[in-house]
């Protein structure tokens, strides 16, 4: 079945915990993308990948670092997790850039 | 900058009747994106609009897109109840994409 999973699902933490949330797909999509939805915001891009190795920068990128070592998998990774960075994460991917993205389950994230 | 907004951000409706949702974007796009979000649960994408004039329609929705205006419209006929949920428009631009804030549908019975 093609599917973007994310994990984990829910997590609590505590401010300055680094913390890693994975994200895989299996349709060998060369777009990836991370974003977070807060009430009233909808979704901001956090980071995009065009392909392995190839990571920008999105509308909320502070706080955050991602990588693409593997064209499936594209961790998003919070070196020092703060408590504004609390939200629900969407992982995305796409055959390419302009295509239609596919999107994980998300993963609601608790920073005390 | 690239801004996208939506209109309304949160719409009740009778079932049966007509209604459409707005999304304007401040720059050029080449495709404006449609999504839907149930509550709780993740996007689905509805439509891809990608060139002015482009229409799209899938059951009671159908979508459109004026690129010399910059905006889509989501139009809902006849709306029934299982078509409550959040809208959101999404535009790309330099591999960016930007969405609008969605607009929550609740369509009462």
């Known amino acids: 079945e093609a599917q973007v999973t994310q994990n984990p699902r829910y997590l609590i933490t505590v401010t300055g915990k680094k913390l890693t949330v994975t994200c895989s797909q299996n349709?060998?999509?060369?777009?990836m993308s991370w974003y977070r939805q807060d009430p009233g915001l909808g979704l901001r891009q956090i980071y995009y990948s065009m392909n392995v190795e190839v990571t920008d920068k999105g509308d909320v990128p502070e706080g955050y670092k991602v990588s693409r070592k593997e064209k499936r998998n594209f961790p998003l990774i919070l070196e020092s997790p703060s408590p504004n960075q609390t939200s629900l994460y969407f992982c995305?991917?796409?055959?390419?850039?302009?295509?239609?993205?596919?999107f994980g389950p998300g993963t609601r994230l608790l920073v005390l | 900058e690239l801004k996208v907004e939506q209109n309304p951000l949160f719409l009740s409706m009778q079932e049966g009747k007509n209604y459409t949702i707005y999304c304007n974007y401040s720059t050029t796009s080449d495709r404006l994106y449609w999504y839907r979000q149930d509550p709780g649960k993740s996007l689905e994408s509805l439509f891809v609009l990608l060139s002015n004039g482009a229409v799209k329609q899938e059951g009671r929705l159908m979508a459109s897109l004026d690129t010399k205006a910059r905006l889509s419209t989501l139009h809902i006929t006849a709306a029934v109840h299982d078509l409550s949920a959040t809208y959101f428009c999404?535009?790309?631009?330099?591999?960016?994409?930007?969405f609008g804030k969605g607009t929550r549908l609740h369509i009462l019975p």
């Open positions: 349709m060998n999509h060369e777009y």
């Open positions: 995305a991917s796409s055959l390419w850039g302009r295509e239609t993205q596919y």
């Open positions: 999404a535009v790309v631009r330099d591999d960016k994409i930007i």
